[in-house]
């Protein structure tokens, strides 16, 4: 990474990362989950035979999803000039030795043939058919989520105007978030949460509150 930014950060870039996207990563696997289960109670024909399983293959789908978005916004924003390095690189860091089987190669071939609306709803398809608690999940969340990946790669690069246009972008989708007595709604740093709303991945009473 230092090679790639040319800057020295290159340790720092990669903890932020990590910490940023486990940070989204796990807020939304809580938000398909445990907030699903608080306001719509728990549906029997949604329960898993395996909960670890389960919440597994939840978070490997989300991570699969993350690293494409991640990737294609850094070689967009100039952050990365090599799209396909970026994207193997962070698979590696998100999966380890997974990313390279089979099944995982196929299902990121998968996202990143498509534009950024139909990899929003592929990643919704996906999540709901290994986790289907996420069927009763707001369409806000699916529609905030990009920009939340985004402003974690911002962050990570330190590029400030770039995290601040994504969350523009989704005070445009929620403007309740920016009403936050906590945080405002502000950008924060990676790996750090608002209490009070959830920031960086809403929570439920926020993410109902325009409905």
């Given at each position: 990474?230092?090679?790639?930014?040319?800057?020295?950060?290159?340790?720092?870039?990669?903890?932020?990362?990590?910490?940023?996207?486990?940070?989204?990563?796990d807020l939304v696997f809580q938000r398909i989950h445990l907030d699903v289960e608080?306001?719509?109670?728990?549906?029997?024909?949604?329960?898993?035979?395996?909960?670890?399983?389960?919440?597994?293959?939840a978070k490997?789908?989300?991570?699969?999803?993350?690293?494409?978005?991640?990737?294609?916004?850094?070689?967009?924003?100039?952050?990365?000039?090599?799209v396909?390095?970026?994207?193997?690189?962070?698979?590696?860091?998100?999966l380890g030795g997974s990313y390279g089987n089979g099944?995982?190669?196929?299902?990121?071939g998968q996202y990143v043939e498509q534009d950024e609306d139909r990899r929003r709803r592929h990643f919704a398809?996906?999540?709901?058919?290994?986790?289907?608690?996420?069927?009763?999940?707001?369409l806000v969340l699916y529609q905030l989520m990009p920009a939340a990946v985004r402003i974690v790669v911002a962050i990570a690069f330190g590029s400030t105007p770039h995290a601040t246009k994504q969350r523009d972008r989704q005070a445009f989708l929620l403007p309740g978030i920016l009403d936050c007595g906590s945080c405002q709604g502000a950008v924060l740093d990676n790996g750090e949460t608002c209490v009070e709303c959830g920031n960086p991945v809403w929570n439920y009473n926020w993410l109902l509150a325009d409905d």
């Open positions: 990474m230092d090679q790639v930014v040319g800057s020295g950060r290159g340790i720092q870039i990669v903890e932020s990362l990590s910490v940023g996207l486990n940070t989204v990563r608080r306001h719509f109670g728990m549906d029997s024909m949604c329960i898993p035979l395996s909960l670890d399983q389960s919440e597994y293959n490997a789908e989300i991570d699969i999803w993350q690293i494409v978005e991640a990737a294609e916004f850094a070689a967009g924003s100039g952050f990365a000039t090599d396909d390095w970026i994207r193997s690189w962070l698979g590696e860091l998100r099944p995982i190669t196929e299902r990121v398809s996906c999540l709901e058919k290994v986790y289907p608690e996420a069927r009763k999940s707001p």
